[in-house]
């Protein structure tokens, strides 16, 4: 596959975009610093034509007043307008841009600074943790209880009327 | 077409029951053929070692069959729950995450409990033996002792570290005065079968060290050494019948070469998994299928699920995936107002920060813009899953057929209709209501419930169980195979894998699925000779 070549607005565009999504603050890079923009080019867009990016920047109002502008209000406001426009793929975008972000090393030394043991690789080397104590911790709380085979005996189900009564809000919606 | 020697027995399929069945005819002495559509897993192929293994796990790694685009996979139509299934060497346990319960005695006696389902032609009893023969073959972690199970040996492996989760948990599950216990897993603690012990690294979808059980490095190179012939690429396009009605061999597409072949078999063993044996037995000219049941009763088990934060920090993206089990509800309680039970089976929480802030288990992530990193500052270390799996009503209109798309050898794909029931959702009504008990009494400051709907209202759970399409029982009429997984309709067809299943249990079927493909195998090796020759089967197991 040929590298997917860039002109610099189209770079920029995606940059301003992760920028906007994973900010940079004290503590934080932003997501651009850290180099998202280029891995979500590649992971999004790379076998895609260019006019993909174009089509972005469109939706992004990249040409006048949006994710280009100056102020951030106006840029917010153009990322707001992309997400309830074109809501799959900002979800694609800002999914990726995320998982991008929590990947580069940088980021990981920031959740490292905030006390959370992390790593890039864990499997390479795993984390410490103590082994089962067998005596201090196996549950002692005795519940729990089982029917044996035998014990299985036939139960009156027309109680619970399962032929016609219908459960019409289910899930979420209970 | 080129001419073959009649081996004693075919397995199509090299996942976990397929490599099982071959340890064991092989070890026998049989003259073992095993055919397989997909390659072998190398190690660099998995995501594990890569910087990317979150993207990975979303895209090329997704256990969900139809998200990963792959060569040996076939494509499956799905109108509900996503579809787990790898197509290689080993299975799925190449992807999964080897939670490793056993079924109950009263999941094989719903027949006799209510009727809605079945009874098993087998008992518990029956398959006990083979649960602890399992265990020790794949090295298991767990505790015995457990009074909401009958007793059992002692796991090859104690359990796996005690997280802070666990004990958040257990405080909660206290509380509530419910049970708990440490779960089992396939994945031991302690150095075994010269495999080394867990390093807790919570990257648990398959396990490049082999901490993990995955059967394509446990069993495999085993029943390699004692002589079985596994042949990759080999994708089985029909299994053939003979006049006298029992089964010839099959016809396989070696997937390198392009030919088409016909391997002969004195008896074939169908290890395919829920979605892919019925599927083959349908495009074999429907074998084994007089009585219209292949495919039909799919089962999935219920699921919902809820994630939950709490106030100091438990790091749950450290160690193995899953912490504690609660069987609380495991049986029947006509006072909850459906039949079956459910358990409560607590994840640690995903060893990604990425994938914590894109979205894990709930509609919960981190929010765009200047509020993402105060988010995630309060939730990333904070979190705990817990999912609600229970044992779903069988209905023949949920099922596999074939779909009209084809593989990338022509041969169809398949069909999968799944929508729950009455019992189902009154029992995913109860089950959220309990999530949110628990949550209450972990002291959650934060806690979402998943119902897996999408926008429609479609029940579409994550990559899932596939269980009951050529279900085991005692009538031909209204099962496909016998109580050692035995064909009516074709004395020397087994089928070994989830399909069998006739109920779902509450829990995680490979256990079950591994203990009873090697009580089949067991059964097939003991009574080879009288098989190689049968034309009848037995009414009773």
């Given at each position: 596959m040929q590298p997917n070549t860039l002109p610099i607005a189209n770079e920029t565009i995606l940059r301003h975009l992760v920028d906007e999504l994973v900010p940079g603050d004290g503590r934080w890079p932003s997501a651009s610093e850290v180099g998202v923009h280029g891995v979500v080019m590649l992971r999004l867009f790379g076998d895609q034509p260019s006019s993909a990016i174009e089509q972005l920047a469109l939706a992004l109002d990249c040409g006048s007043d949006g994710l280009l502008n100056a102020a951030s209000e106006?840029?917010?406001?153009?990322?707001?307008?992309?997400?309830?426009?074109?809501?799959?793929?900002f979800e694609k975008i800002y999914t990726a841009a995320v998982l991008a972000y929590y990947e580069m090393p940088g980021v990981v030394e920031a959740i490292r600074a905030g006390g959370r043991p992390y790593s890039t690789f864990p499997h390479a080397d795993g984390y410490p943790m103590p082994a089962f104590d067998l005596e201090h911790d196996t549950p002692t709380h005795g519940r729990g209880r089982y029917l044996r085979t035998e014990d299985v005996v036939p139960l009156d189900v027309s109680s619970i009327d399962l032929g016609s009564a219908t459960t019409e809000r289910w899930g979420m919606e209970r | 077409m080129s001419r073959q020697r009649i081996c004693d027995v075919l397995i199509v399929g090299a996942g976990a029951t397929g490599s099982l069945a071959a340890l064991v005819f092989a070890q026998a002495g049989l003259d073992v053929v095993c055919l397989e559509?997909?390659?072998?897993?190398?190690?660099?192929d998995r995501?594990?070692?890569?910087?990317?293994?979150?993207?990975?796990?979303r895209t090329r790694w997704n256990p969900d069959v139809n998200k990963r685009d792959h060569a040996d996979d076939f494509p499956v139509e799905s109108n509900s729950s996503q579809v787990l299934m790898w197509n290689a060497v080993g299975g799925s346990t190449n992807a999964y995450g080897g939670l490793w319960p056993r079924y109950r005695p009263s999941d094989?006696?719903?027949?006799?409990?209510?009727?809605?389902?079945?009874?098993?032609?087998?008992?518990?009893?029956?398959?006990?033996?083979?649960?602890?023969?399992?265990?020790?073959?794949?090295?298991?972690?767990?505790?015995?002792?457990?009074?909401a199970m009958p007793p059992r040996e002692r796991c090859p492996t104690r359990p796996l570290p005690v997280s802070d989760v666990a004990r958040r948990l257990s405080a909660g599950f206290d509380r509530l005065d419910w049970h708990w216990w440490p779960v089992e897993a396939s994945v031991i603690s302690e150095d075994y079968d010269d495999r080394p012990a867990c390093n807790n690294c919570g990257v648990c979808n398959g396990c490049p060290r082999s901490s993990m059980n995955e059967y394509a490095t446990s069993i495999w190179p085993k029943a390699l050494r004692a002589g079985c012939e596994l042949r990759t690429h080999a994708r089985v396009l029909k299994i053939e019948k003979g006049a006298d009605g029992r089964a010839t061999g099959a016809y396989y597409k070696d997937r390198n070469s392009g030919q088409v072949?016909?391997?002969?078999?004195?008896?074939?063993?169908?290890?395919?998994?829920?979605?892919?044996?019925?599927?083959?037995?349908?495009?074999?000219?429907?074998?084994?299928?007089?009585?219209d049941q292949v495919g039909r009763n799919l089962l999935h088990h219920t699921?919902?699920?809820?994630?939950?934060?709490?106030?100091?920090?438990?790091?749950?993206?450290?160690?193995?995936?899953?912490?504690?089990?609660?069987?609380?509800?495991?049986?029947?309680?006509?006072?909850?107002?459906?039949v079956n039970g459910f358990n409560l089976n607590c994840i640690t929480s995903t060893p990604s920060a990425g994938e914590l802030a894109a979205g894990w288990f709930?509609?919960?992530?981190?929010?765009?813009?200047?509020?993402?990193?105060?988010?995630?500052?309060?939730?990333?270390?904070h979190s705990i899953g817990v999912f609600a799996i229970g044992d779903d009503l069988p209905n023949p209109e949920n099922r596999v057929t074939l779909d009209i798309r084809t593989d990338s050898d022509g041969m169809p794909g398949a069909r999968l209709h799944y929508a729950p029931g009455e019992n189902d959702k009154r029992?995913?009504?109860?089950?959220?209501?309990?999530?949110?008990?628990?949550?209450?009494?972990?002291?959650?400051?934060?806690?979402?419930?998943?119902?897996?709907?999408?926008e429609n209202g479609v029940y579409r759970t994550p990559a899932w169980h596939m269980l009951g399409t050529c279900r085991m029982g005692k009538d031909p009429e209204t099962s496909v195979v016998n109580g050692w997984n035995q064909s009516w309709e074709v004395p020397n067809l087994f089928i070994i894998d989830g399909s069998v299943l006739a109920t779902g249990g509450t829990v995680n079927p490979t256990p079950t699925i591994s203990a009873l493909a090697l009580r089949s195998a067991t059964y097939i090796r003991d009574n080879f000779a009288a098989l190689s020759k049968a034309t009848s089967v037995p009414s009773m197991a």
């Open positions: 106006r840029r917010i406001s153009a990322v707001r307008q992309f997400e309830a426009a074109n809501p799959v793929l | 559509q997909g390659s072998w897993v190398k190690a660099d995501p594990h070692g890569h910087a990317d293994w979150s993207w990975q796990r094989f006696r719903k027949g006799t409990e209510h009727g809605l389902q079945p009874d098993w032609p087998i008992t518990y009893e029956d398959v006990s033996p083979f649960y602890e023969l399992a265990d020790q073959v794949v090295g298991v972690s767990g505790l015995a002792g457990d009074p072949l016909f391997q002969k078999a004195r008896i074939v063993v169908v290890a395919a998994n829920g979605v892919g044996t019925p599927r083959l037995l349908l495009a074999s000219d429907n074998l084994a299928n007089g009585n699921l919902v699920a809820s994630e939950m934060w709490v106030d100091r920090p438990v790091d749950g993206h450290i160690g193995y995936a899953a912490s504690l089990i609660s069987r609380e509800f495991a049986e029947t309680d006509l006072s909850r107002g459906f709930s509609s919960a992530r981190a929010p765009w813009g200047s509020g993402h990193h105060r988010w995630f500052e309060n939730h990333f270390g029992m995913m009504n109860y089950m959220l209501d309990r999530l949110k008990d628990l949550a209450q009494a972990c002291d959650a400051v934060e806690y979402r419930l998943q119902d897996y709907r999408d």
